[in-house]
């Protein structure tokens, strides 16, 4: 069961005049990477570059935001991806957009979106409950997802 591994969000109603809030340095998820300052940024860019966009929700002071952070930081294959394959952005408070909210809200989770502007629902991590969640013991999984959203970024443009 999922639920004590995640940081959730107890009403959604709250999050309706929220608007987004980006980091524009990497708040140590990865300090070589460039980090896109808005998600509208990040779609134009993405358009141009032809990398997938990749979106981390996390809380700051969620024990499990945290946790994933360090592991996340600390593989050198996700963060040589992160730096060469990837448009990353790192998102700190709660979206009111749907899209990036597939499966409700909760951090961390880690979304890719394609060019169509649609997060991948193809491309998850193992919960059920909560496709979006990677723990710490999952950079595995992730570096293979970040792998598969690079393929399927360049085989269906």
Excluded at 21 to 27: F, T
Excluded at 35 to 64: F, N, Q, R, T
Excluded at 99 to 111: E, M
Excluded at 126 to 147: I, Q, V
Aim: proline fraction near 4%.
């Amino acid at each position: 069961y999922v639920a004590w591994l995640l940081c959730q969000y107890s009403a959604i109603p709250q999050f309706k005049k929220v608007q987004y809030s980006y980091l524009s340095c990497s708040a140590g998820w990865g300090n070589g990477v460039t980090w896109i300052k808005s998600y509208e940024d990040g779609l134009a860019k993405m358009a141009k570059s032809k990398k997938p966009l990749m979106v981390i929700h996390h809380k700051k002071g969620c024990p499990h935001s945290e946790a994933l952070r360090k592991a996340f930081s600390s593989d050198k294959s996700i963060q040589k991806m992160a730096k060469q394959d990837f448009l990353m952005i790192n998102l700190v408070e709660e979206t009111t957009d749907t899209n990036l909210a597939p499966d409700g809200y909760y951090v961390p989770r880690i979304l890719f979106v394609d060019p169509s502007k649609a997060v991948r629902n193809d491309i998850t991590g193992k919960y059920s409950e909560r496709l979006f969640t990677y723990d710490p013991k999952d950079m595995g999984l992730l570096a293979k997802n970040m792998k598969k959203a690079k393929l399927l970024m360049h085989s269906e443009l």
